[in-house]
């Protein structure tokens, strides 16, 4: 079984910035992608961004230029660099591991980012 804590969210006014971090402990195997999802209220649950072991990354088209996704292998842990934020970026934000891009065995608990305008 994988546990995954995340930090870091919070409210922020339009063109501030974020940072999430995710540590992963338990049977997390040698390779792996973590990421980000968000939901908002109404809406699905929808990618944000992913990164492999390997350091492959994959970011939806909304983020891409504004949120940079990182990872420290040694500590298990993925980071979510968030700038320039706006309004529409207002979810909650889950972290996810599994074997690979789109496959997800485990999830944290999510955690708030608000933006205001």
């Known amino acids: 079984q994988v546990q995954l804590v995340e930090s870091g969210g919070g409210s922020v006014q339009t063109g501030g910035s974020l940072r999430l971090s995710c540590a992963a402990s338990?049977?997390?195997?040698?390779?792996?992608?973590m990421g980000w999802y968000r939901q908002a209220p109404g809406k699905q649950r929808e990618l944000v961004a992913a990164?492999?072991?390997?350091?492959?990354?994959n970011y939806a088209d909304s983020v891409k230029g504004r949120f940079t996704i990182s990872r420290d292998n040694a500590k298990n842990t993925v980071y979510l660099q968030m700038n320039n934020l706006k309004p529409e970026d207002s979810a909650v934000y889950y972290c996810?591991?599994?074997?690979?891009?789109?496959?997800?065995?485990?999830w944290g608990q999510g955690t708030q980012v608000t933006v205001s305008s």
């Open positions: 996810n591991i599994g074997p690979r891009f789109g496959v997800t065995i485990s």
């Open positions: 338990g049977n997390i195997g040698r390779n792996n992608a």
């Open positions: 990164i492999t072991t390997g350091g492959n990354t």
